[in-house]
């Protein structure tokens, strides 16, 4: 298995453009993630989705939109790119969390995002 | 809201000696779950230690324990024996229990610099 896995890797954007960072998992996850890290800090949810077709916000959503169209797929969307989004991105994903015995999130290894 | 806070932003520890890092967090709820994730320079968030809220029982994971004070809200973790390979930066988060999302809130993380 290869996990959870995203694409690219870095990327600089100039002020204004968009882009979709890409996440996929091979574990048959039914709960996807995103989070965004800004320098030194903790991890902030953007979206979440509990299943295909199901998609809901997180803490820091403006900006962003997301699509959940297969199990294995979750990309993030930005439109109108801002200084601001300059961050580290993580996708995770997770079994349904019926007990922390298995509710485990599995991470992707982040796309590092400046936008100029 | 939930809260979780680290109070510690650096700490660094000689090799093979003992090492707590704090976390406090703030919930009303009963049922809820609590971890510590690390995130050596590679960026890779890793897994350390889960605890569940009903369990009275603290969490132990070789070197790796936690001290669990539910009426305290205070979660600190244990890393007895440090190794070079335990410098990384360290998160603690919660997840809700009762929601059944697996989302997780994050503290902002401490440094921890393990010294030859």
């Known amino acids: 298995n290869a996990g959870v896995t995203q694409t690219p890797k870095f990327r600089i954007l100039k002020i204004g453009q968009s882009m979709t960072l890409q996440c996929t998992q091979d574990?048959?996850?039914?709960?996807m993630y995103w989070y965004r890290q800004d320098p030194g800090m903790g991890l902030k949810l953007i979206y979440y989705?509990?299943?295909?077709?199901?998609?809901d916000k997180g803490e820091v959503p403006n900006g962003y939109n997301v699509s959940r169209s297969t199990t294995e797929d979750f990309p993030l969307r930005l439109e109108l790119a801002a200084p601001s989004q300059t961050s580290v991105y993580f996708c995770?994903?997770?079994?349904?969390?019926?007990?922390?015995?298995?509710?485990?999130?599995?991470f992707g290894p982040g796309t590092r995002l400046t936008v100029l | 809201a939930q809260t979780v806070t680290q109070s510690q932003p650096e700490m660094s520890v000689q090799e093979a000696e003992t090492v707590t890092l704090s976390c406090t967090y703030d919930t009303s709820e009963n049922n809820y779950y609590l971890f510590w994730y690390k995130q050596p320079p590679s960026r890779q968030m890793i897994l350390v230690i889960r605890?569940?809220?009903?369990?009275?029982q603290n969490a132990t994971e070789n070197r790796f324990s936690v001290n669990f004070q539910k009426a305290a809200k205070s979660f600190s973790l244990k890393i007895s024996d440090s190794q070079l390979g335990d410098t990384a930066m360290y998160f603690c988060a919660f997840s809700h229990g009762s929601s059944n999302t697996g989302k997780l809130i994050f503290g902002q993380g401490t440094t921890l610099q393990v010294k030859p």
């Open positions: 989705s509990v299943g295909a077709g199901i998609t």
């Open positions: 995770a994903s997770s079994s349904p969390p019926v007990s922390a015995s298995t509710d485990t999130q599995y």
């Open positions: 605890q569940e809220a009903y369990k009275q």
């Open positions: 574990m048959n996850h039914n709960y």
